[in-house]
């Protein structure tokens, strides 16, 4: 099996403004318009830094370290981030990767797999590993795990779309688990609504959590269900009463005789935005008459062949969008709760997280199974201070006094005296003066914070002068 890894950028990040993307609703007084740099392109989410790095530079990296038969990588761009992405790509010296902008007609993943299509920038018997840019993967096996339970089914011919999911299920002492309103509190990281999902697999046996990484049960994991927690909570027959999933007899049934499965029903596993699609998929039927109009890959054509895989397309379908396969599966490669990382930077809390456990797996690595590849964060450059979980870049300084912990100092960052910081992302080229504190908050590059600021979940746009004895709690500064 033949593979091309896509990486899509569709977009800067609008969920992680101001830090990228832009806000419509957003309005900049005259103090903050002569502070910050309105005219600066908003740096794309797959760009920020992360542990001296970024997240696409980490994801290519996966890729290639994940050693995929044949597998060359393109980077699809839209085209209010195509400079950007572009220009990264070409100064890192990445080989062998070509960087498309995407028209501006296209309004999703579908979409940019048709524009990959008609532009004949992949071999039709390619599988594609379609992967969100802003995906942050601590170890390669997870792809080859992704790439393995494909295969599996592919020699059964029965595939179609493969998809990473990543259990952020949490326990609290007891052994409960814990409420995602709870989350916070404890320590662990929170999901938005819109990123909960009911998730049915037809499950035969257990996942074997051994050394981390997860170990697919045989037969792989087939998806029978897929649908949004806001998406039940918005039914109209539920208006005014608890909202209600409703199960399917067939679904029922469609488990049990999936190899003598049954279903498990869960809410806490997380779509990482990484498919395996086989080339009848994105090459014969999202570019089929039929479907022409659906968008993208996760909300529309997954739906579809999940629904589908149980009766198939009928013969109409099948003829005019050249569909050969008349049994096929939609499965999963699941990540178990585990000490690996994987999750995409697609929000404040994710990317801060993913800042402070590439730190703090870079000091303590997480038990991994002997045959697990190396870690897609190798060596951090800068100084780690271990004892307080904190990574200093090149020419970042700090003064006597105070503290620094889990928390990441950019390049020629100054951090006056008796300053207390925790877990924080401080970026490059930041001044702050004497006495502040900072906690749980995100400096933007170039930021200028002066003396006795106290600043707790804050969000602070680049360029910004913050004046002293500020004190926030919870705000975006811009």
């Given amino acids: 099996m033949n593979v091309t890894a896509v990486i899509l950028a569709g977009s800067a990040g609008e969920r992680m403004y101001p830090l990228c993307g832009t806000d419509d609703d957003s309005m900049f007084d005259e103090k903050a318009s002569a502070s910050a740099n309105q005219n600066t392109p908003a740096t794309p989410k797959c760009l920020l830094p992360l542990a001296g790095s970024c997240p696409l530079a980490l994801l290519i990296a996966a890729v290639k370290t994940a050693g995929l038969p044949n597998a060359n990588i393109k980077v699809l761009a839209a085209p209010e981030i195509y400079p950007q992405i572009s220009g990264y790509v070409q100064s890192s010296g990445t080989s062998n990767i070509e960087v498309t902008k995407l028209t501006v007609e296209c309004a999703g993943s579908a979409d940019a797999l048709r524009q990959v299509k008609r532009e004949k920038k992949i071999d039709e018997s390619h599988s594609i590993l379609l992967l969100s840019s802003d995906l942050v993967l601590e170890n390669a096996s997870c792809l080859v795990g992704l790439v393995e339970s494909h295969r599996s089914v592919s020699n059964s011919s029965k595939d179609s779309v493969s998809l990473l999911l990543a259990d952020f299920g949490h326990e609290d002492g007891e052994g409960v688990p814990v409420k995602e309103s709870k989350k916070s509190k404890l320590g662990f990281l929170a999901r938005e609504e819109e990123d909960i999902e009911f998730v049915g697999l037809a499950v035969k046996g257990g996942v074997n959590t051994s050394g981390g990484l997860c170990v697919v049960s045989d037969p792989v994991k087939r998806v029978l269900l897929k649908i949004s927690r806001a998406e039940v909570d918005e039914t109209e027959e539920n208006v005014g009463e608890t909202p209600k999933l409703e199960i399917s007899k067939e679904l029922v049934r469609a488990a049990c005789q999936y190899h003598q499965s049954s279903l498990s029903l869960r809410t806490d596993l997380v779509d990482l935005h990484a498919y395996l699609i086989s080339p009848w998929v994105w090459s014969n039927l999202i570019n089929c008459q039929s479907y022409e109009t659906l968008q993208s890959i996760q909300n529309d054509i997954l739906p579809l062949l999940i629904r589908q ?18 049994e096929f599966c939609v499965a999963a490669h699941v990540l178990p709760r585990s000490a690996v990382l994987a999750l995409r930077v697609c929000t404040v809390p994710n990317y801060l997280h993913a800042c402070k456990e590439a730190v703090t797996h870079s000091i303590r690595p997480p038990a991994l199974h002997p045959s697990s590849l190396p870690s897609t964060f190798g060596r951090l450059e800068g100084t780690v201070h271990a ?10 300084e700090k003064g006597s006094g105070g503290a620094c912990k889990n928390s990441t100092v950019g390049k020629n960052s100054k951090i006056g005296s008796k300053c207390k910081i925790n877990n924080c992302m401080i970026m490059d080229n ?33 360029n910004l002068l913050v004046a002293a004895k500020t004190k926030v709690n919870g705000e975006t500064l811009e």
């Fill in 309 to 326: 895989q149980l009766s198939g397309f009928d013969a109409e379908t099948s003829e005019s969008c050249g569909i050969t396969t008349a």
């Fill in 387 to 396: 004892k307080d979980n904190a990574l200093f870049l090149e020419g970042a």
């Fill in 430 to 462: 930041v001044t702050i003066a004497n006495g502040v504190t900072l906690q749980n908050s995100i400096i933007s590059s170039g930021v200028t914070i002066e003396d006795g600021c106290n600043l707790n979940d804050c969000q602070v746009a680049p």
